[in-house]
Every structure is written in C-alpha cells, then in structure tokens.
C-alpha cells in the first residue's frame, strides 16, 4: 500500500531555488531518495537519505548545492534545490526502499509519477 507522491517542480532562472516534498503514504518508514531523468537520458541518482533520516547521500553533481532532508512524522522528504542550474532540468522521482539508500534506480521499490523541473539559462 506504498503511495508516493511529489510536488513542487516548476519552471525557473539560473541561479534560483526550489524545494520538492514527497510524501510516503505506507506504514512504517523506509529510506528515501530522489532520481532524475533528463530526456533521452538515463534515470540517474541525485540524493537519498536513511530510513531514519541521517547519513545522507549525494551525487557529486549537486553535492553542496542540494539539501535531502526527511521528517519521519510526517513521512515526508523533501528535496532543497539551490543555485538551479540549466543542466538540472529534468523530471525528478521520488522513490522508496528499505533501510539504506542505494545508487541504482533498479534497487529502489516505490516509485512516485514525477514533477517536472525546468531551468532557463
């Protein structure tokens, strides 16, 4: 009964900030991440947290620009975006699997449909 669903995506200029929320409707808690996937593109790894909400993940590719956080009351992760850059663009997933983050989008168990995010250069 794991549901998953993220918002928060939208069109911006280089240089600013968005914030994506997922929200786990499952029972329990589960680690939790997100992906992207540019078009004609693989689905690559951005940032994952523990099913608690510590040691935290990152692809070099946003590390220090990207915040993953999760509130486990709330069975929410959010995703913090800052200095957005054109090559961001893409559609971020929000997904979920047990216990510890993985790299591999294929070792992930749910998945949620997608928010669009659009980076202007």
């Known amino acids: 009964q794991v549901h998953l669903v993220e918002s928060g995506g939208g069109l911006v200029q280089a240089g600013a900030n968005l914030t994506l929320s997922c929200t786990d409707s499952g029972t329990g808690n589960r680690a939790m991440g997100w992906f992207r996937q540019a078009p004609g593109k693989e689905r690559e790894f951005v940032a994952a947290?523990?099913?608690?909400?510590?040691?935290?993940t990152y692809a070099d590719s946003v590390k220090g620009r990207f915040n993953v956080s999760k509130d486990n009351a709330k069975k929410t992760v959010y995703l913090q975006m800052a200095s957005l850059q054109f090559e961001d663009t893409a559609v971020y997933y929000c997904?979920?699997?047990?216990?510890?983050?993985?790299?591999?989008?294929?070792?992930?168990?749910?998945w949620g449909q997608g928010t669009q995010v659009t980076v202007s250069s």
């Open positions: 947290v523990n099913y608690i909400g510590g040691s935290a």
């Open positions: 997904a979920a699997r047990a216990i510890a983050v993985a790299l591999h989008p294929g070792n992930w168990h749910y």
